[in-house]
């Protein structure tokens, strides 16, 4: 953990939910009876309100990873816990899917059908634990948070790329989850814009502290956001090294000039390379 | 006197060089004087943007922060020149340059906040404002037209609007400035000049015994036609009515159940094992194969023509309404179960919603259908409708009333399909907003 962390983690203690506890997780797939392993022992600890950069390359299985802990996937042995609560592991292969853990979709999964606000209010209205007009003046105060005023009763469809991922985070962060599961959220955005998404991401975190769980193979992306970079193997996966980022947050885009930037990209770019070309020689697909 | 001089100097600032006089005495009572010494500095990058500067004398160093791509990041400025507008931008409350004075300064300030208040209360100006402090961040201090694009907008954006209606009547006249009209009226032309000049004209071997254009004309709109069928007898209208009423009553009940079928077969695994190999073994067979079961299975000669046109509709809602949700984004789902929805809460909100593109493509196919399969029925048993006057002409040798009847039937087939299309985008105006801005 870094120091930064730390010290957030004393300022707020007991405040702070969401750690994440993955234990020797495997994962094999068995497709036509020809097992792949997905993921191999796999080991990971992220403590409460960390951004834990999850970097690999394409088809690795870290998305494998991301959905059993939302429970879109089962796991075939292993454990992964939530604040020491048993997400699934022996006896429960799948985790249930849950508002405590939200997904932001690599291709963005905003239902176009629904208006913005409608969009983010969906999920208190599904759980009908608030009144309407509770969720829908919350949902609109957050939306204007997060500089989105004027844009509630667009449909997504006629919003920027940009915006539309701006929407499903503060979607999720309706719900007060502790952990909010990134899949390579930016992939499709070009490098202008992703720009302005990070530190746009930055904002909202320091505002809502949150474990963050990113999947990324965009190693810029990776060091400006992260406190911890793990770098994967190529498939089977597991954490190949940990990398703390020792830039202190809040972060703004003049980190990219710093020396530190530098020297850690030159550090882990080696590692990253190594793997993307085991993963080209394997002939992984993308995914 | 002040009042005066900062008008004066608002004249000459590139925002605000069209605004009406009074509303400029408005934004001069806002504006404070202050003067700076060489090197002092005004603001840093990340400072809390409260003010907008204008330059009244001396000069200013302006340099933008990196990571907002500027071209130029540099700029001097002088007398006239706006800068600190980061405090009129939405959601951008912190500078994005260092502003140094290279000489002793003179400035004046105004509140951004105050400054948007009062073009609230005018937004017509505020807009033209505030487009011009765009055209000024994106030209002159040469940033992204991202960053330019957070300028308020005071007056009422028209989009949200565009009702079914509204959004119907702009699209009709736009098609009637496009070319489009007077394409399709030339298709028509050249189909009915090519019947007139085969049959006619040119008397074309085969073609000679066919009821030529004008004779099927002068009969149709005849007010005493020779065969006893124009748009001035009563019995024509009788036929349109039947044929649309069991159109209309067989359609009703293949989407009524077509609708949850497909539905329900998309959604549900087992359901689908059950159902779904059935549904393909009968899918196939043709609808007149099924006209002597009909007959047998339905009393009178109006149950079993529904009954006709009803199955061919269905099957074409059930299938089409099965492939929408099939093809729904699965991230879709996966994200309302994170959100907290329960299984039928998922399948309210987003299978059906998702699925009805699809939903609506296989109506206007199941209308298509429809007809096709109605005029079948009607030609074999039945005592009215257009498919019974086409067959009922040719064994009674009125030639020309069978082309009446197969004109009609392409005019209230062509109109009833339409309709089906207004009906779904008057239900999915998110997609007919989204193919809008596509340019569709």
């Known amino acids: ?287 | 006197m002040e009042i005066d001089q900062t008008v004066a100097l608002l004249k000459r600032s590139m925002p605000f060089q069209t605004v009406p006089n009074d509303v400029l005495e408005a934004i001069a009572k806002l504006a404070r004087y202050e003067s700076y010494a060489r090197g002092d500095v005004i603001y840093h990058q990340g400072d809390f943007a409260d003010d907008v500067y204008i330059v009244s004398s001396g000069a200013v160093q302006h340099t933008l922060g990196i990571g907002f791509q500027a071209i130029h990041p540099e700029k001097i400025l002088h007398s006239g020149d706006v800068f600190g507008w980061a405090a009129v931008l939405e959601n951008q409350r912190s500078r994005l340059a260092k502003t140094v004075c290279l000489e002793r300064t003179e400035l004046i300030r105004i509140n951004g906040e105050e400054l948007i208040n009062l073009f609230k209360a005018s937004p017509e100006t505020g807009d033209i404002v505030m487009s011009r402090f765009a055209t000024m961040i994106n030209k002159e201090y040469t940033l992204p037209e991202e960053v330019a694009g957070h300028v308020p907008h005071f007056t009422q954006v028209p989009v949200t609007v565009a009702t079914g209606l509204t959004l119907t009547m702009f699209r009709l006249s736009q098609w009637l400035k496009s070319p489009k009209p007077y394409l399709m009226l030339t298709g028509f032309g050249i189909l009915l000049a090519t019947w007139y000049f085969t049959v006619e004209v040119w008397k074309l071997p085969r073609f000679v015994d066919m009821p030529g254009l004008t004779e099927v004309f002068k009969e149709w709109f005849s007010k005493d036609p020779i065969y006893g069928l124009s748009i001035y007898t009563p019995e024509y209208y009788q036929h349109i009515w039947v044929s649309v009423r069991r159109i209309l009553i067989a359609f009703f009940l293949a989407t009524v159940l077509g609708v949850p079928l497909g539905l329900f077969l998309g959604w549900s695994k087992t359901f689908r094992e059950y159902v779904f190999p059935v549904f393909e073994t009968l899918r196939p067979i043709p609808i007149l194969a099924w006209v002597p079961l009909a007959i047998l299975m339905f009393q009178g000669s109006e149950t079993p023509v529904i009954f006709l046109t009803f199955l061919a509709s269905f099957y074409a809602t059930a299938l089409n309404t099965m492939l929408g949700v099939e093809t729904i984004d699965e991230s879709y789902s996966r994200a309302a179960a994170c959100l907290g929805a329960s299984k039928w809460q998922t399948f309210k909100e987003v299978i059906v919603p998702g699925a009805m593109p699809f939903i609506f493509t296989g109506l206007q196919i199941s209308i298509g259908v429809a007809w096709f399969s109605l005029v079948a029925g009607e030609m074999v048993s039945g005592e009215f409708g257009l498919g019974y006057v086409i067959n009922t002409s040719y064994t009674m040798v009125r030639y020309p009333t069978i082309v009446i009847g197969m004109i009609t039937l392409g005019i209230v087939g062509y109109v009833s399909s339409a309709l089906v299309r207004v009906a779904g985008d008057y239900m999915m105006q998110w997609r007919v907003r989204e193919l809008a801005l596509g340019g569709r």
């Open chain 1, 1 to 287: 953990m870094s120091a930064v962390l730390q010290q957030a983690g004393k300022a707020e203690k007991g405040v702070l939910k969401g750690a994440i506890r993955i234990e020797d997780v495997v994962k094999i797939y068995d497709p036509d009876g020809a097992a792949v392993m997905a993921v191999d022992h796999c080991s990971l600890d992220i403590p409460a309100g960390e951004i834990c950069m999850i970097v690999g390359p394409s088809g690795c299985g870290k998305t494998t990873l991301l959905n059993a802990i939302a429970g879109f996937h089962s796991i075939t042995s292993g454990s992964i816990y939530l604040d020491d609560e048993l997400l699934c592991g022996p006896g429960k292969p799948m985790a249930q899917p849950g508002s405590d853990r939200i997904v932001v979709f690599q291709n963005g999964a905003l239902f176009p059908w629904k208006s913005n606000l409608d969009n983010v209010a969906f999920g208190l209205m599904m759980q009908g634990k608030l009144g309407k007009k509770e969720i829908y003046d919350k949902a609109r105060s957050m939306m204007a948070d997060a500089g989105l005023s004027g844009t509630e009763h667009n449909f997504p469809g006629e919003v920027s790329s940009g915006l539309r991922r701006r929407v499903e985070i503060v979607r999720a962060l309706m719900n007060e989850p502790k952990v909010l599961l990134f899949d390579e959220p930016y992939r499709a955005l070009d490098s202008l814009t992703k720009s302005v998404m990070h530190e746009a991401l930055l904002e909202i975190y320091y505002k809502n502290k949150v474990t963050i769980f990113f999947i990324t193979h965009d190693l810029e992306e990776a060091i400006f956001l992260g406190h911890r970079l793990v770098i994967m193997t190529s498939r089977p996966c597991k954490p190949k090294k940990i990398i703390d980022v020792d830039i202190p947050h809040p972060r703004d885009y003049s980190v990219l000039t710093s020396t530190r930037y530098r020297q850690l990209m030159d550090e882990t770019v080696e590692l990253v390379h190594e793997e993307a070309k085991k993963a080209f020689s394997a002939g992984e697909k993308e995914g």
